[in-house]
């Protein structure tokens, strides 16, 4: 039996994405063999990487003047490409709004000045900084966000407008709503919360940013050698980004980002409709910020949590202990998340409330 996995990544799978890949595992598109066993330059995977990048296109509206790649490493990894890609002038801008985004901007620290221009620190990350009012470091060459924060549960609701490049890891949102793609140079997202298994990064990059990478940059960070290699300079993640094809296939069926975007808002607004009306459990990010996808929640003591994630768990509600940095509980709920598991978990906590309040 097939549990809800609420796990903040690697995270659930689409089901029919997961059984697609399970008919193709020993022949793919009848050449005989797996895709996991095939060279990367035959035909097959090509179309395969062909077909991906097509369809994020599609799904996210992107301009030709952008490159789509395919790179390894995780998000982690691309804390240290993007000063190493971008930072020509020496320095740029960080907003630290959790632990991903100061762990960027630490790295952005070995390459050059690196700005912090605003933090929510001061409050346990529980809110996003006014973009409206920044101070810009003259000469930076980008600003980096993280446009939604995993553990802390916020996201940004409108986004910072710099004369330099926009820089977002989109890790935990990328596909979940609607973006615009042009309000930013790059954009970055490890794969394994909407898209498809760890071991495929996504890079959105605007083609005029390339050409400018750091003398010391290691050609495998390198994106103009990406870009001018399809994503197939070294052999890529070759199963994760045929799982993404499927993903994105997945995404496109079901009416595109536009019609995703509706249903994470209704699963959203369930969870949190609940929590604001329940004595028992707490949410404690500011209502504005409010990440539609990671949703931390606390009880009255650590005590009562950790019952509360043994005995969900027993009910087939799994993954929902919270980070360390945090505590309590965590929903997170991706875009495969289907409404009758959030469902499922209201009422299992409307259950634990009534029997431990």
Request: hydrophobic share 40%; net charge neutral; aromatic share 10%.
């Amino acid at each position: 039996m097939r549990v809800y996995n609420f796990a903040a990544g690697p995270s659930t799978l689409p089901e029919d994405v997961l059984k697609e890949a399970q008919r193709d595992m020993l022949d793919f598109n009848g050449t005989g063999m797996s895709i996991t066993e095939m060279s990367h330059r035959s035909k097959a995977f090509m179309a395969v990487n062909e077909e991906a990048n097509s369809l994020l296109r599609e799904l996210m509206n992107i301009p030709d003047e952008y490159a789509v790649l395919f790179v390894q490493g995780g998000a982690s990894q691309q804390f240290a490409a993007v000063p190493l890609n971008l930072m020509t002038s020496g320095k740029a801008d960080y907003i630290v709004t959790g632990n991903f985004a100061k762990k960027a901007w630490e790295e952005g620290l070995k390459y050059g000045e690196a700005n912090v221009i605003a933090s929510s620190a001061d409050k346990n990350f529980t809110y996003i900084p006014d973009v409206k009012t920044l101070n810009y470091t003259k000469g930076a060459s980008y600003l980096h966000i993280t446009a939604n924060n995993t553990i802390f549960g916020t996201r940004y609701r409108e986004f910072p407008t710099p004369e330099a490049p926009l820089a977002a890891d989109m890790s935990s949102n990328i596909l979940s709503e609607e973006i615009d793609v042009k309000k930013f140079g790059l954009i970055y997202a490890g794969a394994q919360k909407n898209i498809a298994p760890a071991g495929v990064t996504i890079v959105i990059v605007r083609k005029d940013l390339l050409g400018k990478q750091s003398p010391v940059c290691p050609t495998m960070l390198c994106y103009e050698t990406q870009a001018k290699n399809d994503s197939l300079y070294n052999t890529p993640p070759c199963f994760c980004i045929y799982m993404a094809m499927l993903t994105f296939r997945h995404l496109k069926k079901l009416g595109g980002v536009k019609a995703v975007q509706q249903v994470n808002e209704y699963k959203a607004k369930l969870l949190y409709d609940f929590i604001d009306n329940s004595a028992f459990y707490t949410n404690s990010v500011q209502e504005k910020y409010r990440s539609l996808m990671n949703v931390p929640f606390v009880t009255r003591d650590a005590e009562t949590d950790a019952k509360f994630v043994k005995e969900a768990t027993a009910a087939g509600l799994v993954s929902l202990k919270g980070h360390r940095l945090v505590g309590g509980m965590r929903a997170s709920i991706y875009n495969a998340m289907p409404v009758e598991g959030v469902k499922a978990l209201i009422a299992f906590m409307k259950k634990f409330e009534l029997e431990n309040a």
